[in-house]
């Protein structure tokens, strides 16, 4: 292994961020729970590959955790950004690119009859959330245990700073269980608003799943004999399992689905679609935002999804992913390294047998890492159409070290 | 007054639009309130000029609802962001830009130790709530009555969607009323977490306020007594006001407050500021968002920072809002229509004596629309160092046309 570069730069730069920013950092892309090496800062990106600010290139399989599905600095959707930004950024109200962006995305997802838009995935469920009540003039929501929806108070992952009373109407259940959510409807009584669901599973430090059909449809049955909405949170993985919605893999559509991240390939934007059902409560929602009208974004968003479809960017994304998988799968085997690669191929998670306190992950990322490839230990990972065979066989060499390092672990420990 | 040009482009979009986005339009930016002739959509915007789709200029009074503080299309703001996206829009973790702008607010904000940025206003003022209640262990938290701090359930102004639970916690008291905070503190009991205030009185429809110093200081005095926190909310007044923030008018330092609106010249940003005693709970707070660390806009920001500084802007728009209103106060005198003017003249707000209903408003915004000004009849109005003398000037030219149309109104009913 090659000694490892000091991130100066990355280091002097912590240090002036602890003086202004608490911690050093915040949520999801606060670098200190990661393993040792990486960085916290990056400097500039490209296509799949990433530099931080000490000048080290990665191949990237974040994604900046979801949002670059094309590529970083795809042509043609920066080119839209900048076309359209040539006429103002935000404006009093909305451009002609609002009607062309909801008009494709009702044209696109197959639920959808109608759109909005706003800027967090946060912004995106917690809308749904509202309208499910306002249509339906009920209260209850039922949430999978550990699934996670954003983070404001009534759905953070963290307790910090919440009261019992953000939560009051939330009700679990688990992920793929049929009992519990009938138990949990059963425990709403008849003020269930809503049933919201994730895509897929997805928590963090866990075997993803992918929905059962029948809990698809078991879901879809209990919403719509209560009149209830049906809330498909497609915000981590819309627009890289399938184009019309991730549930169109199964057959089943929601009411209300929350969509971001991918939605305009790194540029800030979250949408909520709906059906007929729900049109006439959104009409009479108060939701909004200074910056929920800002047109270039939405150009890109039009220019992404177009891409998304010329470039038959989901089918590259799972070749792409089955080629990781099965690349780490027969590394593992030949290093004698026991893991699980669960999910969608596109949205890879790499966890390692018994390795309850993620010791192994973070020991073979941290390796990688060194080697050129940025893996996280814990959280799913992403591919974006610009992952190329090659960019895929560099990570699977980066990975080699990672797993030359828990060979060695093996033999000093075992 | 000129025959009313069909807006033959903005009707067309209309009906589009309300197949595919519930209402035709949600929000702030809703025509649907407005005068007669207003546009929903827009095509551009250069300096304080905006262009509809139907190709009418109009010297611009919103400024975007707030965001546009230097004007439209910025030079050297567009050239930060471009810049910045040269290298990638959003990565893996911040770019050096984050300290750096960081670094700056902490500079130019005096009450401010450290930063936390977000996209939309009403994330800077929950962040801000449940940062209090982290950082006190209480939850009771002060709200002026009709002032609003967002579009999301616990604050906004609509109950639509919005359950009791979700306000559990919050208490009203009067702005500019110190009898009225010294009951809610009481009413607050031992589980004060925070008392919020804008940093003006800028409800919708009614005249500004600007705060009292006693009032100011007894916030301060009763927060201080409860080790409580003191939110100014600043996203709307935030650098127009002040570049330090709106209180140090007074000499009155909050512990906490959120930013928005103008700190980027448009480009989609929030800040939360605060001081040392809510640094390590903000530290402990899991707050995020997918594109939060998104580098072009906060270098945006910091070039907006700079440019705000260098041209004298707040010195420019207070002088140009004098003219507007002095100008405004010598055509109504000559008119004879009695008009108040409220609040700092850079955020003008303008209502009619015997105007209830805001019939005189809607007509005067209506025809001074037409002739090429766009006013707003009750919601505060915004400058920028965009305009001009000769935009104000132009303005006036426009709102002469507004008054005429209230003298023929109050010929025909008086």
Same mark, same amino acid.
């Given at each position: 292994m090659k000694p490892q570069i000091e991130a100066v730069i990355d280091q002097a730069l912590r240090r002036r961020a602890h003086q202004v920013i608490p911690g050093g950092m915040w949520g999801h892309q606060n670098a200190a729970s990661l393993p040792p090496g990486y960085p916290q800062f990056f400097s500039r990106a490209e296509g799949c590959r990433v530099w931080d600010v000490d000048g080290r290139e990665y191949v990237d399989l974040m994604c900046s955790w979801g949002p670059i599905v094309l590529g970083h600095r795809h042509t043609a959707v920066d080119a839209a950004y900048q076309r359209q930004a040539a006429d103002g950024v935000c404006l009093n109200g909305p451009a002609p690119v609002l009607v062309e962006l909801a008009e494709l995305l009702v044209d696109q997802i197959? /639920? +959808?009859?109608w759109a909005m838009f706003q800027k967090n995935g946060s912004d995106a469920t917690t809308t749904c959330v509202t309208l499910a009540r306002a249509g339906t003039g009920r209260r209850k929501v039922l949430v999978a245990r550990g699934s996670y929806h954003g983070a404001v108070p009534w759905c953070s992952p963290s307790l910090v700073g919440v009261t019992s009373e953000d939560r009051a109407h939330v009700i679990t259940y688990d992920y793929n269980d049929i009992d519990s959510v009938h138990a949990a409807v059963q425990q709403a009584g008849?003020?269930?608003?809503a049933i919201m669901v994730t895509?897929?599973?997805?928590?963090?430090?866990r075997d993803q799943e992918m929905p059962t059909l029948a809990f698809a449809q078991a879901l879809r049955a209990a919403a719509s004999q209560a009149d209830a909405a049906l809330i498909v949170d497609d915000v981590r993985a819309g627009f890289r399992? /399938? +184009?019309?919605?991730?549930?169109e893999l199964l057959g089943v559509r929601p009411d209300l689905s929350s969509f971001s991240k991918a939605i305009a390939n790194g540029y800030p934007l979250a949408a909520v679609t709906g059906n007929e059902r729900f049109r006439e409560a959104a009409s009479r929602l108060y939701v909004t935002g200074s910056f929920w009208c800002e047109a270039p974004t939405m150009a890109a968003a039009v220019a992404t999804q177009r891409a998304l479809s010329a470039d038959a960017a989901i089918e590259h994304m799972t070749a792409m992913g089955q080629r990781l998988r099965g690349g780490l799968d027969r590394l593992a085997r030949q290093a004698g390294v026991g893991l699980r690669q669960t999910g969608p191929v596109q949205m890879p998670m790499v966890l390692f047998d018994d390795d309850a306190d993620n010791a192994k992950g973070r020991a073979f990322c941290s390796a990688a890492l060194q080697a050129g490839a940025y893996f996280h230990p814990r959280h799913n990972m992403f591919l974006s159409a610009a992952h190329q065979a090659e960019d895929i066989d560099r990570a699977l060499l980066a990975a080699e070290a990672g797993f030359d390092v828990l060979v060695k672990l093996g033999k000093s420990t075992g």
């Open positions: 197959a /639920h +959808a009859d008849n003020d269930l608003a895509a897929f599973r997805h928590d963090m430090g399992l /399938h +184009a019309g919605g991730s549930w």
